[in-house]
T-cell receptor
Framework: GAGVSQSPSNKVTEKGKDVELRCDPI?????LYWYRQSLGQGLEFLIY????????KSGLPSDRFSAERTGGSVSTLTIQRTQQEDSAVYLC????????????FGPGTRLLVL | AQSVTQPDIHITVSEGASLELRCNYS??????LFWYVQSPGQGLQLLLK??????LVQGIKGFEAEFKRSQSSFNLRKPSVHWSDAAEYFC?????????????FGRGTSLIVHP
């Protein structure tokens, strides 16, 4: 079956511009996560959606970052007024119903802010 | 708070040699433990996971890991490494209970395989 997909695969933008990154989770997965992976670093948790519950935004690094998940499926991560330090790979993962715990990752979006 | 330490940033092995990647975790109760692999330009793929029961867990691609509670470790092993195993490996820990589940990842170990 189809896995988690992300678009675009690569994004180059200028400092100060806004960007939107999209994630299509595996159909039926109720949990969705966004992570940021900087060069040589591990995964930095950003935000977590579970069903219709309020998202856990505790990992968002600043108010320039926001995310939404429409209809319990597709999610969009928005970065406003991008900065060079936002350059990273943004990974999305989804998980089946609560309790299974394992995550299925998309290929990521590589963001470069010039 | 939970945390994960992968002490080795890089590991170099020869093809056909055995492999052990170290992972130490910190968590106040029984954790859920995972190993993921990330090939260049790809997302992470789950290799194996430990939830409960047998402390020796078998995964895909010939990998296994052993949960040692006394040492707070969950080391990944493979008896004979293939060149295609060259990748980044991440250990992760998560709470074993609670509805809000956010795993913590280690910083990763880069595996280099020499022919």
């Amino acid at each position: 079956g189809a896995g988690v997909s992300q678009s675009p695969s690569n994004k180059v933008t200028e400092k100060g511009k806004d960007v939107e990154l999209r994630c299509d989770p595996i159909s039926g997965h109720t949990a969705l996560y966004w992570y940021r992976q900087s060069l040589g670093q591990g995964l930095e948790f950003l935000i977590y959606f579970q069903g219709n519950s309020a998202p856990d935004k505790s990992g968002l690094p600043s108010d320039r970052f926001s995310a939404e998940r429409t209809g319990g499926s597709v999610s969009t991560l928005t970065i406003q007024r991008t900065q060079q330090e936002d350059s990273a790979v943004y990974l999305c993962a989804s998980s089946p119903a609560p309790g299974t715990k394992a995550q299925y990752f998309g290929p990521g979006t590589r963001l470069l802010v010039l | 708070a939970q945390s994960v330490t992968q002490p080795d940033i890089h590991i170099t092995v020869s093809e056909g040699a055995s492999l052990e990647l170290r992972c130490n975790y910190s968590y106040g109760a029984t954790p859920y433990l995972f190993w993921y692999v990330q090939s260049p330009g790809q997302g992470l793929q789950l290799l194996l996971k430990y939830f409960s029961g047998d402390t020796l867990v078998q995964g895909i691609k010939g990998f296994e890991a052993e949960f040692k509670r006394s040492q707070s470790s969950f080391n990944l092993r493979k008896p004979s490494v293939h060149w295609s195993d060259a990748a980044e490996y991440f250990c992760a820990v998560a709470a074993a209970s609670g509805g809000s589940y956010i795993p913590t990842f280690g910083r990763g170990t880069s595996l280099i395989v020499h022919p």
